[in-house]
């Protein structure tokens, strides 16, 4: 991940994540959305984590 400048005193946090299933077509198709939707969930809540962290600080305004 990667926090970018988005204007004066704001800023946003990226992830990129490049991945390969190994195991054919078969593997990747059964199991390709079990992997995204995994992924999703733990990114929905880490974000809910550092949000609610950021909040708690009471210095940085979250959106969401």
Same mark, same amino acid.
């Given at each position: ?21 190994? *195991?054919?077509?078969?593997?990747? !198709? ?5 992997? $995204? #939707? /995994?992924?999703? =969930? *733990?990114?929905?809540?880490?974000? !809910? ?5 950021? $909040? #708690? /600080?009471?210095? =940085?305004?979250?959106?969401?």
């Amino acid at each position: 991940h990667r926090v970018v400048p988005v204007g004066p005193g704001a800023c946003a946090m990226e992830d990129h994540i490049e991945y390969a299933l190994k *195991g054919g077509r078969f593997w990747r !198709r059964l199991a390709g959305p079990i992997v $995204r #939707r /995994l992924l999703a =969930v *733990g990114f929905a809540q880490r974000h !809910r984590a550092l949000r609610d962290s950021l $909040r #708690r /600080l009471g210095t =940085v305004h979250t959106e969401a």
